[in-house]
């Protein structure tokens, strides 16, 4: 690259490369007048011509040791020369050296992202932290937050006028953390919130912070917030927190990551540094709340959590209804039964599909959309979903609709304290929700040996309802009986409560990411003691497992009739399920409490 752009320097335009055949042709012509002949090249002038442009040219020398007494002959004048030294030695120092120079540069510079600011600025990351000063997006481009909105405009009037939260001694928010599957509205959730309290937003996305110099990424983290708290009040957001916040204990697995741990230790220290009234309120976003560091979620830090779900049927009304409006609709589409169509859609699938829409009828130059050329992009979107698993087809439906009253009928059945919120059939992604997150582990173990039974049994009406409904059981139940077996394990070997085994506990204190190879038990404990342990938790799983059978046989009419009704909504709420049970007991009156739901 460098020689060519020498070479391009230092010939003129007129000079022609040509090959080494044809200059012997034109030097036995006689056309040629002189050449310079150096030790890769020849250079020569061609004897003036009328109406030929060429003059000189160039050719790569080829070693020729006829060539000279050739040139004699024809009389052609003609010298050696060295190579220009002052291009030599620009060629071989001072153009690489500047070459390194910028690569060098370009390297620092990207890593301390700070491209443009000079490299000695190296921990400056204004590269990579984007601002917004005013953003578009309001709470109107999001769909189906009402349960989230009344929590989110508290946060928007604070973000309006943090003094006034201040004075009247109010404890505002520090941090919010988004948690839902991907393509739920997150991202677009936390700018909404900028763009209704019309503040900056600054946003960086956790996967940024893993650098390659151990350092930075805390540097960047304490600049970040040097930042923001110029621009106050303002809105920081970090994108998929879980590249940073990884459990510390999982780390400690997986070979310690010296750099993320010190990243989110910045992250904590500058989240416990700054007072609230300062007006910076942090946002995160994750898919994957399980594998959070807890030091996350401390009071204080991500206190506040708002949990997004892929949408329902309505939910995915409201959503094609904002989308819809970006392209030219035809008023005859049903976006009714569109929504119909979309079970397991994402609000971000759904945008794309009405976009998709709107080029397949650009493709046949349509002057709207119509619903057929939705229904094209349906199909082609389906394949695609179905392999990654979002789409459930029509059966895997029906199943999973019986799955979740299973597990609905025992829990009313046997009154357990919790609440049954809802019941859904929405195929979730890989942050369950309705799973909450992070409760201490204390709370739920204070329980008395009949209510874990009948957790137990809960969390086995998914598969009981199976082998009832279809005498199956789908793999979809296999965290069910994980969780389940863990807490009969616990009862078992922590509390003492199996018959045959009395009053011990045998637990050691395992990791919880240790499970294999040395799962952990019976390393020391004897053969005997841990198949009696074996035996005690599959009596109790088996009796759990009855009891579940039990109160789904004695109240089949329960699920008969709600079936109809999540197959057609997707979702049922207290108030649906409470409707469903108080018919199916109308005849022996009831009165009873509803009970815990667990999603699978
Ligand atoms: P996430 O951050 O949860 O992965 P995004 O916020 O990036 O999801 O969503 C991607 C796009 O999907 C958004 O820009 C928007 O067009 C669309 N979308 C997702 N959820 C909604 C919603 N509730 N209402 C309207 N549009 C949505
Ligand atoms: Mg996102
Ligand atoms: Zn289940």
Request: glycine share 6%; charged share 25%; no cysteine.
């Given at each position: 690259m460098v020689v060519f752009f020498i070479n391009y320097y230092f010939l003129q335009r007129d000079t022609e490369e040509l090959p080494y055949n044809k200059f012997l042709k034109f030097v036995d012509e006689g056309k040629v007048s002189s050449v310079v002949i150096e030790d890769s090249r020849i250079m020569g002038e061609l004897k003036p011509i009328e109406n030929n442009k060429l003059t000189r040219f160039v050719t790569v020398a080829v070693?020729?040791?006829?060539?000279?007494?050739?040139?004699?002959?024809?009389?052609?004048?003609?010298?050696?020369?060295?190579?220009?030294?002052?291009?030599?030695?620009?060629?071989?120092?001072?153009?690489?050296?500047?070459?390194?120079y910028f690569l060098w540069s370009f390297i620092i510079g990207r890593a301390g992202g700070a491209v443009g600011s000079g490299v000695l600025s190296m921990s400056k990351s204004k590269a990579k932290i984007y601002v917004e000063k005013e953003v578009k997006t309001t709470f109107k481009d999001v769909a189906g937050i009402d349960e989230a909105s009344d929590e989110l405009q508290e946060i928007v009037r604070y973000l309006q006028d943090p003094k006034r939260y201040a004075r009247l001694g109010g404890h505002a928010p520090k941090g919010v953390l988004l948690v839902g599957p991907p393509g739920t509205g997150k991202t677009l959730l936390a700018r909404a919130v900028a763009g209704e309290a019309k503040v900056p937003f600054f946003s960086i996305n956790g996967s940024e912070f893993v650098e390659m110099f151990v350092g930075l990424g805390a540097a960047r983290v304490r600049d970040m917030f040097q930042q923001a708290k110029e621009q106050v009040p303002c809105i920081v957001f970090i994108d998929e927190i879980d590249a940073l916040g990884r459990s510390?204990?999982?780390?400690?697995?997986?070979?310690?990551n010296d750099e993320k741990e010190q990243t989110l230790n910045q992250l904590l220290a500058e989240m416990d540094?700054?007072?609230?009234?300062?007006?910076?309120?942090?946002?995160?976003?994750?898919?994957?709340?399980?594998?959070?560091?807890?030091?996350?979620?401390?009071?204080?830090?991500?206190?506040?959590?708002?949990?997004?779900?892929?949408?329902?049927?309505e939910g995915r009304l409201q959503?094609?209804?904002?989308?819809?409006?970006?392209?030219?609709?035809?008023?005859?589409?049903?976006?009714?039964?569109?929504?119909?169509?979309?079970?397991?859609?994402?609000?971000?699938?759904?945008?794309?599909?009405?976009?998709?829409?709107?080029?397949?009828?650009?493709?046949?130059?349509?002057?709207?959309?119509?619903?057929?050329?939705?229904?094209?992009?349906?199909?082609?979107?389906?394949?695609?979903?179905?392999?990654?698993?979002?789409?459930?087809n029509p059966l895997e439906k029906r199943k999973t609709a019986f799955h979740e009253l299973g597990h609905a009928t025992v829990a009313l059945a046997l009154e357990v304290p919790d609440k049954v919120h809802k019941v859904t059939i929405i195929p979730r992604g890989m942050g369950a929700l309705g799973y909450t997150m992070q409760r201490p582990e204390e709370d739920r173990y204070?329980?008395?040996?009949?209510?874990?039974?009948?957790?137990?049994?809960?969390?086995?009406?998914?598969?009981?309802?199976?082998?009832?409904?279809?005498?199956?059981?789908?793999?979809?139940?296999?965290?069910?009986?994980?969780?389940?077996?863990?807490?009969?394990?616990?009862?078992?070997?922590?509390?003492?409560?199996?018959?045959?085994?009395?009053?011990?506990?045998?637990?050691?204190?395992?990791?919880?990411?240790?499970?294999?190879?040395?799962?952990?038990?019976?390393?020391?404990?004897?053969?005997?003691?841990?198949?009696?342990?074996?035996?005690?938790?599959?009596?109790?799983?088996?009796?759990?497992?009855?009891?579940?059978?039990?109160?789904?046989?004695?109240?089949?009419?329960?699920?008969?009739?709600?079936?109809?009704?999540?197959?057609?909504?997707?979702?049922?709420?207290?108030?649906?399920?409470?409707?469903?049970?108080?018919?199916?007991?109308?005849?022996?009156?009831?009165?009873?409490?509803?009970?815990?739901?667990?999603?699978?």
């Open positions: 070693k020729d040791d006829t060539l000279t007494q050739k040139l004699y002959e024809k009389g052609v004048s003609f010298k050696g020369q060295l190579k220009n030294p002052l291009v030599s030695f620009f060629a071989s120092w001072v153009f690489p050296l500047i070459f390194f510390r204990a999982m780390n400690a697995i997986a070979g310690t540094g700054f007072d609230s009234s300062e007006g910076v309120i942090i946002f995160a976003a994750t898919n994957r709340p399980e594998i959070l560091d807890p030091a996350l979620l401390r009071a204080g830090r991500f206190d506040r959590q708002i949990a997004l779900n892929n949408p329902d049927h959503i094609l209804k904002v989308h819809v409006k970006k392209i030219k609709l035809d008023p005859t589409v049903d976006l009714n039964r569109i929504s119909s169509m979309t079970s397991g859609f994402s609000g971000a699938d759904l945008a794309n599909l009405s976009n998709e829409a709107a080029l397949v009828a650009t493709r046949r130059d349509a002057l709207s959309v119509i619903e057929n050329d939705f229904l094209v992009a349906i199909e082609r979107m389906v394949a695609g979903l179905e392999q990654k698993k979002k789409v459930m204070l329980l008395e040996e009949s209510e874990l039974i009948a957790k137990i049994a809960v969390l086995l009406g998914g598969r009981a309802a199976e082998k009832i409904f279809f005498n199956s059981t789908s793999t979809g139940a296999s965290n069910d009986l994980a969780k389940a077996t863990d807490i009969a394990r616990a009862m078992v070997m922590q509390f003492g409560m199996g018959t045959s085994l009395g009053m011990a506990s045998y637990d050691q204190k395992r990791s919880r990411y240790l499970s294999t190879p040395f799962d952990g038990y019976s390393s020391e404990m004897s053969e005997e003691t841990s198949r009696e342990v074996e035996l005690e938790i599959k009596k109790i799983l088996n009796s759990g497992f009855e009891t579940a059978i039990k109160s789904i046989r004695e109240n089949k009419k329960f699920i008969d009739l709600a079936v109809i009704e999540l197959l057609k909504k997707e979702t049922l709420d207290e108030k649906e399920i409470q409707s469903f049970w108080g018919i199916r007991t109308q005849s022996n009156g009831s009165g009873l409490t509803v009970g815990t739901i667990v999603a699978h």
